[in-house]
């Protein structure tokens, strides 16, 4: 059977964690759903004139047939992309400033449903790199 299990139930303790966010750090990475800060808005605008002078078109990633089958997995599963352009794309984002905006770019990994021992569509950890 299926219970609820009520808020102090698990005997767990309130995180009292906290870190500075984006704005504290000055970074250009409000939530989706908001309006970025005039300074990212026209590095972006910028971007994307300079990129096309400069010949770089975005760094993208080589088909990986292991990676599309995961990403269809209904089982755990973990794949590595390999990109292309990335060097010359990553060096001129951080190189460019715009109005006291520079570019940065991260590296992550995705990973789907972390620590997940289900199987299923949807349900199954995937690792993406």
């Known amino acids: 059977s299926v219970e609820r299990v009520l808020g102090g139930a698990l005997g767990c303790s309130e995180s009292?964690?906290?870190?500075?966010?984006?704005?504290?750090?000055?970074?250009?990475?409000?939530?989706?759903?908001?309006?970025?800060?005039?300074?990212?808005?026209?590095?972006?605008?910028?971007w994307r004139t300079l990129g096309t002078r400069a010949g770089l078109g975005a760094h993208e990633r080589e088909p990986s047939p292991e990676c599309d089958?995961?990403?269809?997995?209904?089982?755990?599963?973990?794949?590595?992309?390999?990109?292309?352009?990335?060097?010359?794309?990553?060096?001129?984002?951080e190189e460019t400033t715009v109005g006291g905006a520079s570019g940065r770019v991260f590296r992550v990994d995705l990973i789907r449903n972390p620590g997940s021992s289900r199987n299923g569509s949807g349900l199954a950890a995937q690792t993406l790199r």
């Open 16 to 46: 009292s964690y906290a870190a500075p966010g984006a704005k504290e750090l000055g970074e250009c990475l409000a939530p989706p759903d908001l309006q970025q800060p005039a300074s990212c808005a026209d590095f972006a605008a910028a």
């Open 69 to 93: 089958a995961c990403l269809q997995s209904t089982v755990p599963c973990d794949c590595e992309y390999t990109w292309t352009n990335h060097a010359n794309w990553t060096r001129f984002c």
